[in-house]
């Protein structure tokens, strides 16, 4: 089984830290982004299923929402230089790109899991749209939740020491899955039931 726990943020030492490079984004968000993030308890109905949940970056915009927060992750989410039009974004994706900048959520002065507690809350009552998913295998959840350049080790088919997964494979895999998602996601956007 694979158990993930995820640190609060913190109270923010300064609003927007400079070195974040936030001028340098682009100056009106991308379209059509989503986000997934993971399920925790007590949103992870049944517990422990390895759901997880997608929502429109606009969704961010709900007055329901803590803010500045939710506006900050809508920004990370929308405006960085890379993102391309219809993306579907992991929260885990977010969390590498701020370790790549040397920054973190409390670093940067977010609680996302105040915000994505909050989404679900929401969408419980009909006021946000979400697409939940429920019953992800294991490897789906490792895949979701770590960051494309974490180091994932597997167990060995001989059933010797863990050994560690080919890091393009790993990417590839973690690609394929959000490809595939993707698609479902489309299809339920648009309506259009798989050919």
């Not at 993306?87 to 899991?113: C, K, P």
């Not at 969408?123 to 960051?147: F, I, K, N």
Request: net charge positive.
């Amino acid at each position: 089984m694979v158990r993930l726990r995820r640190e609060r943020a913190r109270p923010p030492t300064k609003r927007c830290p400079p070195d974040l490079g936030w001028e340098r984004w682009r100056p009106e968000p991308v379209q059509g982004v989503h986000l997934l993030f993971l399920n925790r308890p007590p949103d992870d109905i049944p517990p422990g299923d390895g759901g997880a949940t997608i929502v429109a970056a606009a969704s961010l915009h709900h007055p329901g929402l803590p803010q500045p927060d939710a506006q900050r992750l809508f920004k990370l989410l929308t405006c960085r230089p890379d993102r391309h039009p219809g993306a579907l974004v992991f929260l885990s994706d977010l969390s590498a790109e701020l370790a790549g900048q040397g920054m973190s959520w409390s670093r940067i002065g977010i609680d996302y899991e105040a915000v994505t507690d909050r989404l679900i809350a929401l969408h419980r009552r009909g006021a946000v749209r979400a697409m939940r998913l429920a019953r992800l295998s294991e490897p789906a959840v490792a895949l979701l939740a770590s960051g494309p350049h974490v180091q994932v080790y597997v167990a060995a088919p001989d059933g010797g020491p863990p050994e560690l997964l080919d890091p393009a494979v790993f990417r590839a895999r973690r690609e394929e899955l959000r490809a595939m998602i993707r698609a479902d996601l489309e299809r339920a956007v648009t309506g259009r039931s798989s050919p």
